[in-house]
């Protein structure tokens, strides 16, 4: 498809397009064939991890997703309380891919000048304590995304464009859609199902088999699983922290006027505890008293603290790029400690197992890999609720395969739990047998599961409404039973305790016709689900994505 770049580029530049597309054509031609120009096709296709039309394979796509995903929720902080995705940045990140990706299809267009105008006239974050747009702080977010993150304001036009763009998608997909008397009907069946079963639990703390590890057997599974001991790729990092707490002392005071106006937009956060709300779920008012106005002076006070400190740390980046400071030049801790900064070296860690750090979130701290990569050593502002942090490449330390003699401790390790875990669901099967041969010569399943050393739980007519939450867990003992037959043994599933063998005695259904829903009730569920918003579509959307691309990345791991 034409994108917009291209089209610009036919209507102004239309010889440089000729000479790109005279490029692709001898690209084209060289790699139809059996080896591609740069390299082979397995190799290609190892480097894309399609992602709704984003590569998630590269670093650099996979830092600008988070990048404008993380403005976006400072943009939007409701929507933490709309979408559990909100809080994880990489999974947000991902469903407003997924989201743009419907957007395109669908012909969603960028919003014209008034509607995006329209636009960001509704949102809180431009809102007034009285709930009204302020064009004074529409400047001011604009300034502190400018000098804080150094994100121009065009940026930030732009992610509120796609925001809009989300924003119709989770309009078109929200809402009840069709509910139907007969779904209702198999739903409150399913609901007044009666379940009679019995659950025994199989121990594995008290399962200890001989397993036969010595150095020749171990040697034989090293050779065979040596990819499950290769030491991977890990990132060096130096972690330049600005404290809020370090510039408490230098930022002014709130005045009378910006404590009563802070106040009075965090109202509920600042509701006394004992304050109780009535019948209809509405709290009393309540006025500012000396407690309270303490507390607000503080979240002021912090929330400059932590401003100043992004801008020391833009501060230290900007003095690093304009004086060409080099990475290992003592200018870059003295720069650092002039600007009440502390430069700590983070532990050396791989991808996807970043360690823990005050002042910045695995996440971010995971996000530095793109620094391998990049033309600077130094990061871009990293706020937090305690400050901020800019981060040093000091290089990588390259994956290697141990030697043998190296990780044989780990290798006697997973081969032992290994070979315990085949064990245990071999005897996890014996015990199923002789459960299910007793069952059909029509003797009890819990006493001969007692007899054969289990602990038995048996539950009589049973809902699912009213099912203790450890039966309720997802792939737990409820769950198995549901999928059974009246008088089968399930396999042997495993759990925190070791395993457990379920066993379904009988189920009672009601009958259909006595579980239809009347109009009315129709009417009620058909309103109350139509308020419902069209982020749960679009996070399922793009889980389904990630977990396809993790079978696939699964199935090529396996292949080699």
Same mark, same amino acid.
């Given at each position: 498809?034409?994108?917009?770049?291209q089209?610009?580029?036919?209507?102004?530049?239309?010889?440089?397009?000729? $000479?790109?597309?005279?490029?692709?054509?001898?690209?084209?031609?060289?790699?139809?064939?059996?080896?591609?120009?740069?390299?082979?096709?397995?190799?290609?296709?190892a480097?894309?991890?399609?992602?709704?039309?984003?590569?998630?394979?590269?670093?650099?796509?996979?830092?600008?997703?988070? =990048?404008?995903?993380?403005?976006s929720?400072?943009?939007?902080?409701?929507? !933490? #309380?709309?979408?559990?995705?909100?809080?994880?940045?990489?999974?947000? $990140?991902?469903?407003?891919?997924?989201?743009?990706?419907?957007?395109?299809?669908?012909?969603?267009?960028?919003?014209?000048?008034?509607?995006?105008?329209?636009?960001?006239?509704?949102?809180?974050?431009?809102?007034?304590?009285?709930?009204?747009f302020?064009?004074?702080?529409?400047? #001011?977010? #604009?300034?502190?995304?400018?000098?804080?993150?150094?994100?121009?304001?065009?940026?930030?036009?732009?992610?509120?464009?796609?925001?809009?763009?989300?924003?119709?998608? !989770?309009?078109?997909?929200?809402?009840?859609?069709? &509910?139907?008397?007969? &779904?209702?009907?198999?739903?409150?069946?399913?609901?007044?199902?009666?379940?009679?079963?019995?659950?025994?639990?199989? +121990?594995?703390?008290?399962?200890?088999?001989?397993?036969?590890?010595?150095?020749?057997?171990?040697?034989?599974?090293?050779?065979?699983?040596?990819?499950?001991f290769?030491?991977?790729?890990?990132?060096?990092?130096?972690?330049?922290?600005?404290?809020?707490?370090?510039?408490?002392?230098?930022?002014?005071?709130?005045?009378?006027?910006?404590?009563?106006?802070?106040?009075?937009?965090?109202?509920?956060?600042?509701?006394?505890?004992?304050?109780?709300?009535?019948?209809?779920?509405?709290?009393?008012?309540?006025?500012?008293?000396?407690?309270?106005?303490?507390?607000?002076?503080?979240?002021?006070?912090?929330?400059?603290?932590?401003?100043?400190?992004?801008?020391?740390?833009?501060?230290f /980046? #900007?003095?690093?790029?304009r004086?060409?400071?080099?990475?290992?030049?003592?200018?870059?801790?003295?720069?650092?400690?002039?600007?009440?900064?502390? &430069? =700590?070296?983070?532990?050396?860690?791989?991808?996807?197992?970043?360690?823990?750090?005050?002042?910045?979130?695995?996440?971010?701290? *995971?996000?530095?890999?793109?620094l391998?990569?990049?033309?600077?050593?130094?990061?871009?502002?990293?706020?937090?609720?305690?400050?901020?942090?800019?981060?040093?490449?000091?290089? =990588?330390?390259?994956s290697r395969?141990?030697?043998? *003699?190296?990780?044989?401790?780990?290798?006697? $390790? =997973?081969?032992?739990?290994?070979?315990?875990?085949?064990?245990?669901?071999?005897?996890?099967?014996?015990?199923?047998?002789?459960?299910?041969?007793?069952?059909?010569?029509?003797?009890?399943?819990?006493?001969?599961a007692?007899?054969?050393?289990?602990t038995?739980?048996?539950?009589?007519?049973?809902?699912?409404?009213?099912?203790?939450?450890?039966?309720?867990?997802?792939?737990? +003992?409820?769950?198995?039973?549901?999928?059974?037959?009246?008088?089968?043994?399930? +396999?042997?599933?495993?759990?925190?305790?070791?395993?457990?063998?379920?066993?379904? /005695?009988?189920?009672?259904?009601?009958?259909?016709?006595?579980?239809?829903?009347?109009?009315?009730?129709?009417?009620?569920?058909h309103?109350?689900?139509?308020?419902?918003?069209?982020?749960?579509?679009?996070?399922?959307?793009?889980?389904?994505?990630?977990?396809e691309?993790?079978?696939?990345?699964?199935?090529?791991?396996?292949?080699?």
């Amino acid at each position: 498809m034409i994108t917009w770049i291209q089209i610009r580029v036919q209507k102004h530049l239309k010889l440089l397009f000729a $000479s790109l597309l005279v490029v692709m054509v001898v690209t084209f031609v060289l790699t139809i064939g059996n080896q591609s120009f740069f390299g082979s096709h397995d190799n290609a296709r190892a480097r894309i991890k399609d992602f709704y039309g984003y590569n998630l394979a590269s670093e650099g796509t996979k830092s600008y997703l988070e =990048t404008v995903a993380r403005i976006s929720l400072q943009l939007n902080p409701e929507l !933490r #309380m709309q979408t559990p995705s909100a809080y994880d940045l990489e999974a947000y $990140s991902h469903s407003r891919a997924a989201a743009l990706s419907i957007a395109k299809s669908l012909g969603i267009v960028e919003p014209d000048d008034a509607q995006l105008r329209a636009h960001v006239k509704t949102m809180v974050l431009f809102q007034d304590e009285k709930g009204v747009f302020s064009a004074q702080r529409y400047k #001011m977010i #604009m300034d502190a995304f400018r000098t804080g993150m150094r994100v121009p304001e065009s940026t930030v036009l732009s992610v509120l464009s796609d925001d809009w763009r989300i924003a119709q998608v !989770r309009a078109l997909l929200g809402g009840a859609g069709f &509910v139907s008397p007969e &779904v209702i009907a198999l739903q409150r069946q399913s609901a007044g199902t009666k379940w009679t079963f019995a659950v025994a639990q199989v +121990p594995s703390g008290t399962f200890s088999p001989k397993i036969d590890s010595d150095d020749a057997t171990l040697l034989s599974y090293y050779e065979a699983n040596k990819a499950r001991f290769q030491i991977p790729e890990k990132l060096l990092l130096k972690q330049v922290r600005f404290p809020a707490v370090a510039f408490v002392a230098d930022v002014a005071q709130p005045t009378d006027a910006e404590v009563e106006a802070a106040f009075q937009r965090g109202k509920a956060r600042y509701r006394p505890a004992d304050l109780k709300a009535d019948a209809e779920g509405k709290y009393p008012d309540f006025a500012m008293d000396g407690a309270i106005r303490a507390r607000v002076v503080q979240d002021i006070v912090q929330a400059r603290a932590v401003q100043m400190a992004a801008q020391k740390a833009d501060e230290f /980046t #900007m003095v690093l790029w304009r004086e060409e400071v080099p990475a290992d030049s003592p200018r870059v801790t003295e720069l650092a400690t002039s600007l009440k900064a502390q &430069v =700590t070296a983070l532990p050396a860690f791989a991808k996807g197992a970043p360690p823990a750090s005050p002042d910045a979130r695995p996440s971010d701290i *995971d996000s530095q890999w793109t620094l391998a990569a990049s033309e600077r050593y130094f990061s871009d502002v990293v706020s937090s609720p305690g400050g901020a942090s800019v981060f040093l490449y000091m290089g =990588t330390i390259p994956s290697r395969m141990p030697s043998f *003699d190296e990780v044989k401790g780990e290798v006697l $390790s =997973t081969y032992q739990d290994e070979k315990k875990n085949e064990l245990f669901a071999a005897r996890g099967e014996e015990l199923r047998c002789k459960l299910q041969a007793a069952v059909k010569a029509g003797r009890s399943f819990e006493d001969t599961a007692k007899a054969l050393g289990l602990t038995v739980s048996a539950y009589s007519d049973l809902k699912l409404d009213a099912a203790p939450a450890e039966l309720m867990i997802p792939g737990g +003992p409820l769950e198995i039973v549901t999928r059974l037959e009246d008088g089968a043994v399930a +396999p042997m599933q495993l759990n925190e305790k070791g395993g457990f063998i379920a066993y379904l /005695t009988k189920r009672d259904i009601p009958a259909f016709d006595t579980v239809q829903a009347a109009p009315d009730e129709v009417a009620a569920l058909h309103a109350n689900a139509a308020i419902q918003d069209g982020w749960g579509v679009v996070d399922a959307l793009s889980a389904r994505r990630q977990s396809e691309l993790e079978k696939i990345e699964h199935g090529e791991k396996k292949a080699e």
